[in-house]
């Protein structure tokens, strides 16, 4: 009995932590990001990385690998390191270079 009120509670600290880190990840993509009376802009100087746009894009990893690979989104990236970084001006480029115009 003692040791499922553990393991209950070790859980419920495990769900926290998780919600907390989600929170700071959330806070941290909300300061890149500045609130319009129409929703959000992304700051042109806003610095990025592939979760950020990821969540932002709303896309897996693949997708945002296909964007980059192919060419369409520009992204930083340090000598021998799999870490990238995104600028907004980045983003709102790519956004830009998909736009449909109205046919009408």
Not at 90 to 100: E, K, P, T
Request: hydrophobic share 35%.
């Amino acid at each position: 009995m003692i040791g499922k009120v553990l393991e209950l509670v070790e859980n419920q600290i495990d769900e926290n932590k998780t919600s907390k880190e989600n929170k700071d990840a959330n806070a941290a993509l909300s300061d890149r990001l500045q609130k319009t009376d129409l929703g959000f802009e992304l700051k042109e100087n806003a610095v990025l990385t592939d979760d950020d746009v990821m969540e932002l894009l709303r896309v897996g990893a693949t997708t945002l690998r296909k964007y980059r690979d192919e060419g369409h989104l520009s992204f930083r990236q340090a000598p021998n390191s799999d870490k990238r970084w995104y600028m907004g001006s980045d983003i709102m480029a790519f956004l830009n270079s998909c736009l449909v115009s109205a046919y009408r």
